[in-house]
Structures are given as C-alpha cells and as structure tokens.
C-alpha cells in the first residue's frame, strides 16, 4: 500500500508468509520495541508467519482490552518466527524484548 515500505527494509522483520501481512515497527519513548501486525483481508483469516532479523529474548502480545502483556504462544526462539492466526482485518500488538 501507499506509505509503505518491503519487509526487505525492516531492522526487525526478515520476511512475512501466509496472507496479505502488514507489520508496523514502533519504537517507544522508553525504548521498546513494539510489532503491530495486521491482516489486511477483511473477508479471509490468515496465519501468518514472521521471520524475525534478531532473537528477542522474549516477546509480549498486548492485551486489546486491558494492554496487559503476556507472553505470545506463536513465538520460538530457535527459529525467530512468530506464527499467529488473525481474523480477516483483525490486527495484534506485539513487544519485543
């Protein structure tokens, strides 16, 4: 879409598999580093699978409802993939540590 840019540019993700992905990279004021991920169908689900450049020593999804961190099932260290499965247009928040 306009305004954005290939994942090939991204210091956080490697590559984007599975559906039509959109990753936004946000960098907060304290220096997290966050990951929104949004399925950018609004009529089929997806799962999609991120490679990620580095290993995040841990990663948090944040809660929709009350921004409470937990940590993300779909992640594994060994690998540096992140798999989620998101509703068509639905979207998820994740902090990198």
């Given at each position: 879409?306009?305004?954005?840019?290939?994942?090939?540019?991204?210091?956080?993700?490697?590559s984007v598999e599975g559906g039509m992905g959109l990753?936004?990279?946000f960098v907060a004021?304290?220096?997290?580093?966050?990951?929104?991920?949004v399925n950018r169908d609004f009529i089929e689900d997806a799962t999609l699978r991120l490679s990620l450049r580095n290993t995040p020593t841990a990663v948090?999804?944040?809660?929709?409802?009350?921004?409470?961190?937990?940590?993300?099932?779909?992640?594994s260290p060994d690998t540096?993939?992140?798999?989620?499965?998101?509703?068509?247009?639905d979207g998820r928040l994740f902090r990198l540590e």
């Open positions: 879409p306009p305004w954005t840019r290939s994942v090939t540019e991204s210091p956080l993700v490697e990753v936004g990279e004021e304290d220096g997290d580093t966050y990951l929104m991920v948090f999804e944040v809660s929709k409802q009350t921004g409470a961190e937990m940590v993300a099932n779909g992640y540096r993939v992140l798999t989620l499965d998101l509703a068509g247009g």
